[in-house]
């Protein structure tokens, strides 16, 4: 039974698991967008959205303890950036995970994690014009009886 077992240990120990997550984590806020497995992706959708949360608040404090969690000076510098200003206005929901197939080698599903605002696709203020492609339509002939 899974009872009370809130997080998925990846099948590895503590200090592997932290430092991998590390990782992933200042590679997302450095990239915006990385490829990995879905299992790492969800772990790490719940280990930075709170990192995000708290670069909200700007303070040597808020810096020192994401410091802590990072341990890279260029993605906590990244992070309190002017560039992820639209974040801090999100309420919450900074990532999005989105399956993209299975791992030749394994089979292992592998999936994207990027953040929300920074998706080109998605948050383009242009309007798309989206061409009908439909069937030409049959003239019907209509015959007139004189009568």
Known sequence: MNHRRKNNPLGRKYGHRKSILSNLASSLIKKKRIFTTLAKAKVLKKYIEPIITKSKINTTHSRRNIFSYLRDK??????????????????????????????????????FIELVDFNEIYTSKKTI????????????????NNE
């Not at 439909?134 to 003239?139: A, E, N, P, Y």
């Open 129 to 144: 014009k989206f061409i009908r492609r439909s069937r030409k339509k049959k003239s019907t002939k209509k015959t007139m």
């Open 74 to 111: 260029i993605a906590v510098s990244e992070l309190f950036n002017n560039i992820f200003e639209k974040v801090r206005i999100r309420p919450g929901g900074y990532t999005r995970i989105i399956k993209t197939g299975f791992r030749f080698g394994d089979q292992a599903p592998l999936s």
